[in-house]
């Protein structure tokens, strides 16, 4: 991202792939402009939240007319997209990661899973989805030489922290964990953490306990 989307709150920032996925597709479809009800609706965020988040970025809606499409498009552009690709390596090429490696995010956005890693030799020297796949041997030199600055970990939750430490040496920035595991990090470096089990327990106990929904931020 660049410069000006600093002052952006994290829980804004957080919510803008989905924005600009959502107006990519309206301005596709011919739109010039859309209404925060609409957005809501589309996104499934309120309108006061889409109001206040879009402040943030200069758009604000007209009464009766709404926002204009082509303006906030740039807008997103400027700020999502990256002149460069983002690297990414995957780390653990089992159920969950052949499944990221199949999957082609670089549909949606500008980044793309270069390589995976795994210890096991039936899988080294493999590809999956165009990926090729190392040893874990190799893990320093391959990060190192191709600058990945972003790392999926789909290993088993006691490597987790070890194989973190490796990746916090060879100056990785950011670590998407789907490891149940609550890794420690330098404050340099982004942890995302999305425990699977603990979302859809967590889904379940909503669905239990909470008749209404309410948005939960
Ligand atoms: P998943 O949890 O993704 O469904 P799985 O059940 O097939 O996968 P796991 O035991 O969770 O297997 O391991 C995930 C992958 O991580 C496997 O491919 C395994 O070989 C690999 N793996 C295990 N230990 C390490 C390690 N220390 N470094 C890198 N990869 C590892």
Redesign the pocket.
Known sequence: MNNDSMKIPQATAKRLPLYYRFLKNLHSSGKQRVSSAELSEAVKVDSATIRRDFSYFGALGKKGYGYNVNYLLSFFRKTLDQDELTKVAL????????AFLNYNFLKNNNTKIEMG????SS?VGTKIGDVPIYH?DDLERVIEEDDVQVAIL???VS?AQ??TDRLVKVNVKGILNFTPARLTVPSTIRVHHIDLAVELQSLVYFLKHYSEVEEVE
Request: glycine content about 16%; charged content about 15%; aromatic content about 4%.
């Open positions: 780390i653990g090429v089992g159920n969950l990661g052949t890693f795994d210890v096991e899988k874990m789909t290993v088993p490597a070890s194989i």
